[in-house]
């Protein structure tokens, strides 16, 4: 079973089901890889880079598993420590990427579970749930194709909000720790991901989203 | 989007959704770089310790403009189990300039590194055969000094080690 550790060691970051990736998304795992190479290799400026490039896809990282803002920053740092006082672990720089993602999905995991510990409810992984567009939470302003999605995405059920939130934050999404994350055995993910991705496109053509 | 978007558009449009409704704090890297400033050092660099200073200004941050040609020079010695250096920080004709020493005189690179929002610019040098280096430019502001000696079968050669921040 799915244990806890406060950081993981190296971790193989290989997935099972890479989907497809956009160039962008692609090019910054390649700049974070030689950014991390450059810096094993000794220039301190290598590091800024990595973290200036890292830190925003890490935030959503964290942010996909729940976890509330303030607390979501304190995990995106403390991952950067743990890669600090791991590097030497990370034997290849293009893993790091992944290894610094799924440090902080465990950090958050296990930063949820703690604060979440006075309630001992069975499905608080599950517990997570987008804002209304139109509530008072959501400050921001909202083009017409972002609301629409919003509104669609907030009529599916709280696993494919919070599965779908994680696919498409992470792109190379780890779909055996993701199962173990979201207690789900690994052969449903990919199964369920398709499922939750038709509801969508449903609920978008029913609203005439999908233009 | 076309009449039926695929998976891979959806994922892409749930990802720029979540980066307009959920964007990270625009301080999280400044944020995260001062905490490994505080910690990094301590793990990947042996931290000198700052054992005797003279003449360092008062001020946090005195020379943000660049213009304070009246600040003197000042000294600050550092050292560790296996290493001692000694930096001069001085202004000529305006500009700083960073002298160095360090001991044992063993090939290493020198590299300045700003601190913060410092106006100092990183750069890298190498140590002379007599544990001397220069930069000649180096701005002004928070900076920190880290070593590496060059990688060889010296077994006798220290690992690397870093200064604690100083104001240049």
């Known amino acids: 079973m799915y244990q806890e550790h406060a950081f993981p060691h190296l971790v193989g970051v290989m997935s099972m089901h890479e989907t497809a990736e956009n160039p962008s998304s692609s090019s910054v795992w390649d700049a974070a890889g030689s950014a991390f190479r450059r810096w094993r290799d000794g220039d301190q400026r290598a590091l800024d880079d990595l973290v200036r490039l890292m830190s925003p896809v890490l935030w959503h990282v964290v942010r996909a598993t729940g976890l509330e803002r303030e607390p979501s920053e304190d995990v995106v740092q403390s991952t950067w420590l743990a890669m600090v006082r791991s590097a030497d672990r990370i034997s290849d720089p293009q893993a790091v990427s992944g290894w610094l993602c799924t440090t902080a999905r465990r950090e958050a995991w296990r930063t949820r579970k703690q604060s979440t510990r006075s309630t001992p409810v069975e499905d608080d992984a599950l517990e997570f749930r987008l804002p209304s567009p139109d509530s008072p939470e959501s400050t921001v302003v909202l083009d017409d194709e972002h609301r629409t999605l919003w509104s669609a995405l907030s009529r599916l059920n709280e696993r494919c909000q919070r599965l779908l939130r994680i696919v498409a934050t992470e792109q190379r999404p780890d779909y055996t720790r993701i199962a173990a994350d979201l207690q789900m055995p690994v052969g449903s993910i990919g199964p369920t991901r398709g499922r939750c991705l038709d509801k969508l496109r449903a609920e978008l053509n029913r609203t005439g989203g999908a233009r | ?168």
């Open chain 2, 1 to 168: 989007m076309n009449a039926v978007p695929t998976d891979d558009e959806l994922l892409a449009s749930i990802r720029d959704l979540f980066e307009v409704v959920d964007p990270p704090p625009a301080d999280l890297a400044d944020g995260v770089l001062a905490a490994l400033a505080a910690a990094d050092l301590e793990l990947e660099y042996e931290l000198l310790t700052l054992v005797e200073s003279t003449g360092v200004p008062n001020g946090v941050r005195s020379a943000d403009t660049g213009s304070d040609t009246d600040s003197g020079p000042w000294t600050l010695e550092y050292s560790s189990d296996t290493c001692h250096l000694l930096v001069r920080v001085s202004t000529v004709d305006g500009t700083r300039r960073i002298d160095g020493w360090v001991v044992p005189a063993v090939p290493m690179a020198v590299s300045l590194s700003p601190v913060g929002s410092s106006g100092v610019t990183a750069q890298e040098t190498q140590v002379d055969d007599h544990g001397r280096f220069e930069f000649t430019a180096p701005g002004s502001g928070q900076a920190r000094l880290s070593f590496v000696p060059a990688a060889g079968d010296d077994p006798t050669a220290p690992r690397p080690f870093a200064t604690p921040p100083f104001l240049v």
